[in-house]
């Protein structure tokens, strides 16, 4: 007869697990927030609001933690479910995330903006402090989103086709060198054998999805949604028939935009505009 396994009342939800073992970890340790603090280096309010689970914390400060609890791996490991858990999203986007964790392919268009799972750290950072967000909740969005990344990565990653609006190339970062980073990503990206990227230039004309980005998910069961967003509110389309609509024109912006090699040169001559950093 097989040994029953130990039901241990724990949180089932990654983000409050997370945290449950934080404060697990400690009581055992018997040590208090201001010495976890003084042991790490780190300050205190890292650690209560990690606890509380406001905040994820950095994986740095994780590793720190399961060096110091003798947890080798265990809160890393907890950390990467709290990262991918759909939960720390925005409620709009919970569901869509839960798809694309398990989409077998995907398309996107973007029409001002990379994908997020195109999008360096720099430039997540700024996207959402450009939508409000600051301080706690900032930093908790810009590991969400990162976190993101790892659907495209792996061997066994989905094939994943993308077209920028040439605005996506024009709209650039603040910061000189970190547009830079985001540009060079986006060249390596493309060189990725799961990833085809295409550039639609300005002076194509007019289109269906000129006002609004859009991104297809085939799922393992065959079907395709979408989930189509703008300057104001993003909604997820499940209707068959809406979605093959925006497909179609889809299939017809790819028809305008520039083959992948000649989108590889048009964004390697778009770094070549891109000011050097003075060296310091």
Known sequence: MPQRRVVTGRSQEPRQRFAEELRLLRAERGVSLKG??????????????????????????????????????LLLALWELAVGDPSQFKEQYRRYMVLEAEATSLWHYGVSRPPGVLQTPAYV??????????????????????????????????????????????????????????????????????ITLHVLPFGTGL????????????????RTVAYTENDVRGELIEETSRVELLHRTYDDVRDLALSPAESRTFILRMLEEVPCEPST
């Open 207 to 222: 289109h269906r999805l000129d006002s609004m980005s859009v991104m297809f998910l085939r799922l393992a069961e065959g």
């Open 125 to 194: 950072r700024e996207a959402l402090a450009a939508g409000g967000l600051k301080g706690e909740e900032l930093e908790q969005q810009v590991v969400a989103r990162i976190g993101r990344q790892a659907v495209l990565e792996g061997d066994d990653a989905p094939p994943f086709r993308v077209i920028l609006s040439e605005a996506v190339l024009r709209n650039s970062l603040r910061v000189p060198g970190e547009w830079r980073e985001q540009l060079e990503y986006l060249v390596a990206a493309g060189a990725r054998p799961n």
């Open 36 to 73: 976890l603090a003084e042991e790490l280096g780190w300050d205190a309010s890292n650690f209560g609001k990690m606890e509380s689970g406001r905040t994820l914390g950095s994986p740095e400060l994780v590793e720190a933690l399961d060096q110091f609890y003798g947890t080798p791996g």
